[in-house]
């Protein structure tokens, strides 16, 4: 957006009106704003919420709460009205759910409720949205057109990336409208803080040889154990490095490719980060199924690049 713009101004651009002047087409436009409004809906049911078991298990076979589904509820409802959405994949459905009569243009995958398991301690949780121009078993590098996530913090904050076009930041008001707080977000190629995902039992020698160098060049740790506001706090201070790395007795890691690291890893290259599985971009992994998770180092590139240095010496 042009410098001459006031901050006053700046302040008052709504999330519709910032994504016409970064040039993001009309349709996407229209679905990334209907996905956003989502977060009054899905933050009212965490204000009511009372953490009760939904008594149903999910893909994972972990325990459902009432919240995960019906922010998942909320989420599809929305998107099979939107017109625009083809297929829709949950982290809460066992299966691609079919949305639209076949033609529609986007494909959606979601993690309606990341981090719900925190509901309770009153930490900050969000949902985690990728957006694809065609069948999501592929490399998120081919199909995917934007991603955002919603964070459910002190200020409910929505970041969004649409392809080419940056990562840009807004914040729910009390008007209900999302106004542009930050725009064309850059992450600094060397960060200050760590969050380390997994054990420590767990870990692996070249991930604990990677952590100690961290920890001897005075990076601060900061994790909270919700994915979304542990990225979103290296996207926000501009630097630094998340990992939940292969660990002993799962090669995998823990964190879902499709749901949770695909739409980050294309909103931090968005702000000129990187993300890799130790060794490979995550968006060039292709996805073979919904239940495949991916080993994750993801934030500044310095960071990232000397973990893939740890992991491969030797080899
Ligand atoms: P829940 O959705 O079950 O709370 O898991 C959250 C999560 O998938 C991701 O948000 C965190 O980064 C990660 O798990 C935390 O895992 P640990 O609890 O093993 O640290």
Redesign the pocket.
Known sequence: MGEGISDYTRFCVDLRRQMWMVGVEEELRRLIWQIAITGKYISAKIHESNRKLAGFRNLYG?EQLALDRSSDEILKNQLQYSGFVREYASEEQDAVVLLGKGREKYFVTADPL?????VDTNLAIGTIIGIHKESVFSRGRDTMVAALYITYGPLITMVYAAAGLGAHEFVLNREGEYVLSQENIRIKDRGSIYSP??LRKDLTEPHLKYLEYLENEGYKLRYS????P?INQILIKQGGVFT?PALQKSPKG??RLLF?LQPMAFIIEHAGGIATDGREDILSLKVEDLEQRAPVYIGSRFEVEKAREFLTAGT
């Open positions: 972990e990341d981090g719900s398991s925190l995902g997994g154990g919700g994915f979304v542990d939940y823990k964190l949770e």
